[in-house]
């Protein structure tokens, strides 16, 4: 009998920062595709982003991130994650660099059998078409710069079945430390089907895409309103 296994890899960060693998394997673990599917249109890897998001709801991946002023100094940030829409499968894993991630455990978790936590992994078998996990844990996304700003990244996320890649939406809130804050750059840049927002101290993005995204978000002090506080004569 031939085994099928499909895979939806979600990292909050490639390389040095922490990831999330969601395995499920089974003889019908394939996505549950329309009748009149298209093979043709399957993404090989190259990320595309959907201008028009498809009409039939996809895996959602919500990551919330929560910045502090020790975040600056150590990398480290909460973090809090809710997946809706999963692909059913018997089975699943999501599994976290052990170095990368610490205090995971499961907040809530509904449409599925069972979700524990083991080590830097959460368990999960017999996933349902509605379900939805929401896990909590500290990850290390945040990369300190020498001007006194940083960088926060995660990725790839992606959404992927044998050697081709699906649709998925992505939402990202990054909540930052108090001060006052420019959000220099982000890649990819703002574009239809990558939404980015920055206001009241928080970046939330809207991604709705195929393929393998990675995302970096680049800060620094606000110079001007540093110039604008009064020296120390001044304020005498």
């Avoid at 028009?52 to 919330?64: A, C, F, K, L, S």
């Avoid at 940083?150 to 108090?178: A, Q, T």
């Amino acid at each position: 009998m031939t085994r099928i296994v499909f895979v939806l890899l979600l990292l909050t960060g490639a390389m040095t920062v922490p990831g999330a693998l969601i395995a499920g394997t089974a003889d019908t673990a394939a996505p549950d595709f329309p009748e009149d599917f298209d093979a043709s249109t399957i993404n090989e890897g190259e990320l595309e982003f959907l201008a028009n998001p498809p009409d039939e709801p996809v895996h959602t991946h919500h990551n919330r991130i929560f910045l502090t002023p020790s975040s600056l100094e150590s990398g480290w940030a909460a973090l809090y994650q809710c997946h809706t829409h999963l692909d059913p499968v018997p089975s699943a894993q999501i599994v976290f660099h052990p170095e990368r991630i610490r205090r995971l455990q499961v907040e809530e978790s509904t449409g599925i059998k069972s979700a524990g936590v083991d080590g830097a992994s959460v368990q999960l078998e017999a996933v349902s078409p509605d379900a939805k996990l929401c896990i909590s844990a500290e990850s290390r996304v945040v990369v300190p710069q020498p001007d006194g700003g940083f960088l926060v990244r995660n990725g790839p996320f992606m959404r992927s079945f044998l050697d081709g890649y699906y649709p998925m939406h992505v939402k990202l809130e990054i909540s930052l430390p108090p001060g006052r804050w420019t959000l220099v750059r982000s890649e990819p840049e703002p574009q239809p089907g990558f939404t980015v927002l920055y206001r009241h101290g928080k970046v939330s993005v809207d991604a709705w895409f195929s393929g393998q995204l990675n995302t970096r978000f680049y800060f620094e002090p606000d110079r001007k309103a540093v110039s604008e506080q009064p020296s120390d004569k001044e304020s005498e």
